[in-house]
């Protein structure tokens, strides 16, 4: 399988288009479509600039209404594309799946569907969308691979393997996140406000004693001890993979644990409060009608304009607690980035840089076959060692901690 059709042209997109084409042995002819062509054409640009592009080959740009099912189909058998990388906005997912069950192609995304007017979903957050779709995929014989960015994607590959090779039962699962990076400004956030917010505004799910459980945001306040980057402060968050690997795994908890600062939250809390995060819309004086959430995203700054004054990193990994031969046991198997490596490798910074590494990794594995499953896979239920492995090639090794030490997991891949 090759030639990889990427959808999207934003943070993820950029570090997607660099990565892909830094493997464009493997992979193929690359081609970038958003709905606004010159985001394609300064990512494309900037491939070159960096001189990223492996072999002598095709990188091209295309204009494409993601959500118009037949222009994406006609652009698919165009670019003869087997592989399409989703990186658009969470309101596509979608039609790219139709367009490539239609069309034969592989489809792989990094977060689940989103209708734009409905905050935070109820669970099953899977199966109000995507797995609706197995069985086409599987019918089609069609590989999609739901959720391969860091978190989900990555996290998703550190439980399995935990589950697979460190318990022999699951007592719990948290997923923590933490970027203790510095962009410098007074306030942003680090991709698609709207996305961000939509992730903050709503209730709060977990899977605890196998049931879901609902807290408020920013109810539940833990402290961990972290490698690399200290004691920090998080906050129980929702998040696409709880859903996943409590249906996928054995575990009794699943937890999703984020990292924010005593600001983030005092600004979120003013704007949240004062009604300007709402997507509803509003009328003014003038009968003009604003989505208060749509002006809040036109003044805040743009995130990838943070990129390249960020420094810091982050620290993103699995806490699993369970039972080993008998005896209770814990491991964090976790990776660090740097927010200024990623930018002078691909101009992004790490949040984007973790997200859009596993999207191309997957694309990888699809390639050579090793995960060109012919149906639809949340990451968990893919071998993770063959993932970890590329992951570790392409810049995100795998380290872990637990009763041995802190270490790097990669030379066992
Ligand atoms: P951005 O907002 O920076 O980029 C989204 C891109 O999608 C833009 O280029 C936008 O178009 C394009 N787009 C939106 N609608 C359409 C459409 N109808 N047709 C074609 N293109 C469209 O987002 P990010 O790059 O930050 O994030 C991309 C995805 O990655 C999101 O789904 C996000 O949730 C996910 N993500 C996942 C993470 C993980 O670890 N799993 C972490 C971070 C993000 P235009 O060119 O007009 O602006």
């Known amino acids: 399988k090759k030639n990889v059709l990427i959808i999207g042209a934003g943070g993820v997109a950029q570090v997607v288009a660099h990565k892909c084409a830094q493997n464009n042995d493997v992979l193929g002819d690359i081609h970038i479509a958003s709905r606004t062509v010159a985001k394609c054409e300064a ?3 900037s491939i070159h600039e960096k001189g990223n592009l492996k072999t002598p080959g095709v990188l091209e740009v295309h204009q494409l209404d993601a959500l118009d099912i037949e222009a994406t189909k006609e652009l698919i058998r165009k670019t003869k594309a087997s592989i399409v990388i989703n990186v658009g906005a969470p309101f596509i997912n979608m039609s790219v799946l139709q367009a490539c069950i ?16 409905k905050i935070c979903e109820t669970p099953p957050w899977y199966g109000n969308y995507e797995w609706k ?6 019918k089609a014989g069609v590989t999609a691979i739901l959720g391969a960015g860091f978190d989900p994607g990555v996290v998703n590959a550190y439980a399995a393997l935990a589950a697979q090779e460190y318990f022999d039962t699951l007592d719990s699962i948290d997923i923590i996140d933490v970027n203790a990076g510095n962009h410098g400004r007074y306030f942003a956030t680090n991709f698609d406000p709207e996305t961000n917010f939509r992730e903050f505004t ?3 799910w977990s899977w605890q004693n196998r049931q879901w459980t609902q807290n408020q945001m920013f109810e539940i306040r833990k402290e961990w001890d972290l490698p690399v980057v200290g004691t920090r402060t998080t906050y129980m968050t929702g998040h696409d993979e709880i859903h996943s690997l409590s249906k996928n795994l054995d575990v009794p908890f699943v937890r999703f644990w984020m990292g924010f600062s005593d600001h983030y939250i005092n600004v979120f809390t003013v704007l949240k409060n004062l009604g300007l995060l709402s997507e509803q819309p509003i009328k003014l004086d003038n009968g003009q009608e604003v989505v208060p959430l749509k002006v809040v995203k036109a ?3 743009d995130p990838a304009s943070l990129a390249p004054n960020y420094t810091g990193k982050t620290c993103i990994g699995d806490l699993v607690k369970g039972k080993k031969d008998g005896k209770e046991r814990e491991v964090f198997i976790y ?4 927010h200024k490596e990623a930018f002078e490798e691909v101009g992004s910074q790490a949040i984007s840089y973790t997200a859009g590494v596993p999207a191309v990794a997957a694309a990888m594995l699809i390639a050579t076959g090793e995960w060109d499953v012919k149906k639809m896979a ?5 071998p993770p060692r063959p993932f970890l492995k590329v992951l570790d090639k392409l810049g995100l090794p795998t380290r872990i901690r637990d009763e041995q030490g802190d270490r790097e ?4 891949f």
């Open 202 to 204: 709503g209730r709060v």
């Open 102 to 117: 239609e069309t034969g192609a592989a489809y792989i995304d990094t977060a689940i569907h989103e209708d734009p007017l």
């Open 43 to 45: 990512i494309r640009a």
């Open 409 to 412: 997991l990669s030379s066992t």
């Open 299 to 301: 003044v805040l700054p």
């Open 133 to 138: 779709r197995a069985e086409a995929c599987e």
């Open 335 to 338: 990776n660090v980035a740097d």
């Open 378 to 382: 949340n990451v968990e239920e893919l």
